[in-house]
């Protein structure tokens, strides 16, 4: 079992549906991350949160938007997604040390398996 | 562009055999990370080695890192068949905090 948790496990969605991806975390990190896999890819990152609030972003398209309610909390909306979206979507967490510019390990989740129709 | 370059692509070996794995990058680094992925699961940190590191151990699993070349390796001794997974290398670069970016990975098949 990891200890960052992630919900659905699967998603089936069609292009006009509104859905979110939720990610839980209780090891005190402030830092939380989405990514993107697609089949025999590297994660490819899309958004970074710091201390609750959007740190990085991608470049990203608008149909997702994300949202960090809490420390613990990472959530992915997703609206008017294309079939070029179906991908493992990953969360991961890790702690952020204020005074150091070192990255520190992420510790992912299993992930959300999106497929769009 | 790809900051991590992996290689083999894929690796087949035996029960016992040992599995070699070679990264590189373009920019300085704060570190160097390798992550494994078993299929249909997330990422597991296996080991960070820092810029100002050479090698760096951890049970079964040793790595190097030569900052002069740009280049890390990853070696799994006595693999078992549970070792089969994807292994990806990740660079933490200096110019980006918070950003970790992937190599391409090495599928690593270990049959009994």
């Known amino acids: 079992d990891t200890e960052v948790t992630q919900t659905p496990k699967h998603l089936v969605m069609g292009m006009t549906n509104k859905k979110s991806l939720k990610c839980e975390q209780h090891?005190?990190?402030?830092?939380m991350y989405w990514y993107k896999q697609k089949a025999k890819k590297p994660p490819e990152l899309m958004f970074v949160?710091?201390?609750?609030?959007?740190?990085i972003n991608e470049s990203v398209p608008s149909r997702f938007s994300p949202e960090c309610p809490n420390s613990s909390l990472l959530n992915l909306h997703l609206h008017a997604l294309q079939p070029e979206d179906s991908a493992l979507y990953l969360c991961?967490?890790?702690?952020?040390?204020?005074?150091?510019?070192?990255?520190?390990?992420?510790?992912f989740g299993d992930g959300t398996r999106l497929s769009i129709l | 562009s790809q900051q991590g370059e992996e290689d083999p692509q894929a690796l087949s070996i035996q029960e016992g055999e040992n599995a070699t794995m070679n990264c590189s990058y373009k920019?300085?680094?704060?570190?160097l990370q390798w992550y494994r992925q078993n299929s249909g699961r997330g990422l597991v940190h296996l080991i960070l080695?820092?810029?100002?590191?050479r090698e760096k151990h951890s049970g079964r699993l040793r790595v190097t890192l030569d900052t002069s070349k740009k280049s890390s390796s990853l070696l799994i001794t006595a693999s078992r068949a549970a070792d089969t997974a994807s292994y990806f290398c990740?660079?933490?670069?200096?110019?980006?905090?918070?950003?970790?970016?992937f190599g391409a990975g090495t599928q690593v098949v270990v049959t009994p």
């Open positions: 991961a967490s890790s702690p952020k040390e204020t005074n150091s510019n070192s990255n520190q390990p992420q510790h």
């Open positions: 090891m005190g990190h402030r830092a």
């Open positions: 949160y710091s201390y609750e609030k959007l740190s």
């Open positions: 920019t300085s680094i704060n570190n």
């Open positions: 080695i820092r810029s100002n590191e």
């Open positions: 990740a660079t933490a670069r200096t110019d980006s905090w918070g950003k970790l970016q």
